[in-house]
Each structure stands twice: as C-alpha cells, then as structure tokens.
C-alpha cells in the first residue's frame, strides 16, 4: 500500500505506475480516493473544531452559572448536547470515508523501482544471468515422476484417494532426499548469518491482508472454516506477521531470517502438461529467507537474497538463471522481483524455483511496522526470497543429476544429510 499523503500529491505518478503494470482498470479509484480523502479530512477538521469548542464552552458554562446566569447556561448546554449529536455523527462519517480509502488504496499497486522492464506479463520479463553450463545428456531423461518410480518414491494414485489431485506420497530415498535438501538449505543460510526460526502455519485475517493483494488471497489460500484463520502459502507470510503492530530499534535492524514450513495453495485454474506430477501441488514444503531493514538498505539486499538461492543451486550442480520480472508480472505490492530458474534437461529450457521480492515499505506500513531512528519513525522495508523449495526441486535435481543407468549422483555438500551415500542406485 503506498502513502496517501504521496498519492495525493502525485496523482500523475501513481496513475502512470497503473498504467505500467496494465492495470487501466484501476485508473479511476486514485481520483475516487482524492474525493474520499478530501471528505474525510473536510469532517474530521469540522470534528477537531466542534471537540474544542466543547471545551471552551464547557468553561464557559461553570462560569455562567457560577455567576447565576442559569438561563445563559442552560442555553449553551442545548448547544453543546446538538453539537454532541454533530459530533458523533461526524466520527461515524469519517470512519466509514477511511475504512473506504483503505480498502481502495489496498487494491493500488506500489509504485514499481525504475529498473523494472516494462511488460504486459511473464513473457516480456528479461533474462539478467546465466549460472552454471546447462547440459541435454545423450540419454532420454524421463519425466521426473518416472525418475521417483523407479526408486520406489513416490504414490500419486494413494495421494489421490486419501487426499484428491495435486497431492503425493514421496518414500524411502527420494523421501528422505526431499527432507535432506530442506536440511542443507536450512544450514547453508545459518551458515550465511541468518536466523532459524519455525513460524505458526496458520495466519489471522489481518496478516493475510497485511502481507498480500486481495486478488493473491483469493486463489492461494485456504481459510479454515469458522475461525480467523488461514493456512499459510509460505513462511513469508508468517515472518512478516511477526512484526506486526511494532516499533523496532533502528540499531537493532536488519533482522535476517530463514523459516522452514509447510505452504498449502489452492492453485487455481488450469496448468500446462509441465506442472502434472509434483510440479504444481496444493501442498509443498519450503525453506524461505526474510529480511526486515532499513529502507537504503533493502536494494542491497534483495541481491545478497537471489545470490544465495544461485549459490545453493550451483552448491548442487544445478544450472540456474535469474530473470528480471517485468512491471505486468509483479504482484501489487511488489516493487522489484527476480526468478531463479533451474535447467531442465528433459525440456530443454529453464523453469521457476524461487523467486525475489523487495516489497518496498508495503507490507510494513499495512501491518504498522515502523521502526524508531535518530530522526523519527518510519516504515521498515521487507524483502523475502525462496531458498529450496522441494519437491520442485527435485525435478531439477534429479534430471540434472541423472545418470544413464537410471543411476542419481549425490553432490559433496548434500551427503552427509543422505547418510554418506554419493549415489542412489536402482
């Protein structure tokens, strides 16, 4: 959500972001919430006015009738009991005007960093960097549910009877590779200086709203019938949560954390033949970075962020690439994003493992989360990036790591969380 007070005065701009991101729909709520504001502010002035007035004459009244002008007095009084009457009825009025402009100002996209390429969606975004060789073998790959099959790991069918689409059972070593990778990634980012933390997997209303767009609410989450309670698409949205409604010391930021959870997502609508299997899933588990800092820092940030899933994916022997997400691909309260890709041998092209986000002060000023400096409070900005998110990447671990003989080789830096093994055999 960006600033009213910035709207206000640069209405141009935040039309111009509108039309940047495609979203001319939208154009007609900045003047709808311009009026709103202005009635607001026109009440509340008229308010402020009638509280100090009631002040003044209330004095007014003790003197009045201390002196025996009971008639005087009393005549005041009226006027205090109609202005009373005003009052309330201008509070509720600059109530509902409020409660107006912030559910518009909540469906505004942030304004986008200049450096976002302008595009309508995910085919204008730009590839920034290749990492790592991509390499087609001489050998067919086959589809990476077939790669699991072979070793005995995984159930679709069961999943689909206990459970409905879009749910697995995974089993013996491709099970215990999708816990050894979380563990790995949950280790490299200790190891790069951020802290462990396990979050709630159920979120409050006023989180969700907090951490995302209406339009992201409505297909990824699922709300648990007849309590304020959401579950959770990623740990994200929790770690943010965390700091709701607080004031942090400016000495005391940034805060760098990396979350373990499970993500539950609607996914709705229809998909491509490349998101059958484990590819897109209602129910994944991931390891996620969060960053809470000061607002010139987040720039820097959000690089060290992408860095780090690009060094674990290249830790792994798996060829990635980021791209820069265009203005039409980014959700509202984005101000900057970038896809990591990893190589898909069997397809031939790259496909999305994690993804980078500078919210700006977004989430932070929808949740109150401010922080206290040398010169007064501000909104902290956030950042959060994926780290691994199996079993997606499995998909680009075992192709890229695929023998022919059906044969999977286990990187140096993942087993010792495999139990030592350097291969898994058929």
């Known amino acids: 959500m960006i600033d009213l007070k910035f709207l206000r005065e640069n209405p141009q701009i935040v039309k111009q972001n509108i039309k940047n991101k495609f979203q001319e729909h939208k154009l007609p709520l900045v003047d709808e919430v311009i009026e ?3 009635q607001s502010r026109k009440a509340k002035q008229e308010a402020d006015a009638l509280r100090a007035n009631r ?5 007014q009244i003790g003197a009045l009738m201390g002196q025996g002008k009971k008639e005087e007095a009393l005549a005041l009084k009226e006027q205090v009991q109609k202005d009373a009457l005003r009052l309330t009825e201008l509070e509720q009025q600059e109530r509902q005007l409020q409660e107006k402009v912030t559910k518009i100002m909540m469906s505004i ?5 200049p450096s976002v390429p302008i595009g309508k969606d995910d085919s204008c975004n730009v590839e920034i960097q290749k990492y790592g060789e991509p390499v087609v073998p ?3 790959i086959p589809y990476h549910t077939e790669i699991m099959e072979r070793f005995n790991g995984i159930d679709l069918d069961a999943a689909g009877k206990v459970a409905g689409n879009g749910f697995y059972y995974l089993m013996g070593d491709i099970a215990r590779l999708h816990s050894a990778v979380i563990s790995y990634a949950r280790d490299f980012m200790i190891d790069r200086g951020f802290v462990y ?3 709630p997997f159920m979120i409050r209303s006023s989180v969700v709203t907090g951490v995302m767009s209406f339009d992201e609410m409505e297909a990824m989450m699922y709300k648990v019938e007849g309590e304020d309670l959401y579950l959770i698409g990623t740990s994200e949205h929790s770690m943010i949560g965390k700091f709701i409604d ?7 930021l940034p805060y760098t954390l990396t979350s373990y959870s499970p993500c539950f997502r609607k996914e709705k609508g229809a998909h491509g033949i490349e998101e059958r299997g484990v590819y897109r899933i209602h129910q994944f588990e991931k390891q996620e970075m969060v960053v809470v800092c000061k607002p010139e820092e987040s720039n820097v940030w959000y690089d060290k962020l992408w860095q780090n899933t690009v060094d674990l994916f290249r830790s792994l ?12 691909d980014l959700a509202d309260l984005k101000v900057k994003s970038c896809d990591v890709e990893a190589w898909s041998p069997r397809q031939k092209k790259y496909f999305e493992v994690g993804s980078c986000s500078n919210l700006g002060d977004a989430q932070a000023r929808r949740l109150k989360i401010r922080v206290k400096g040398k010169d007064g409070k501000y909104f902290a900005h956030t ?22 003989d059906g044969s999977v080789d286990i990187p140096a830096a993942l087993r010792p969380y495999m139990g030592g093994k350097a291969k898994l055999g058929i």
């Not at 996209?109 to 960093?113: A, G």
């Not at 607080?246 to 005391?252: A, F, R």
């Not at 998110?389 to 680009?396: E, K, N």
């Open 246 to 252: 607080t004031i942090q010391d400016e000495d005391k």
């Open 138 to 140: 001489d050998f067919e």
């Open 317 to 328: 022997d798996i060829p990635v690439r980021t791209l820069e997400c265009c203005s039409g």
């Open 197 to 199: 933390c396990i979050p």
């Open 55 to 59: 002040n003044t004459v209330s004095k």
């Open 36 to 38: 709103l504001d202005a």
């Open 109 to 113: 996209p942030n304004i986008i960093d």
């Open 383 to 404: 950042l959060n990036n994926t780290v691994a998110a199996p079993p997606r990447m499995l998909i680009a671990f075992l192709e890229n790591n695929l023998n022919a």
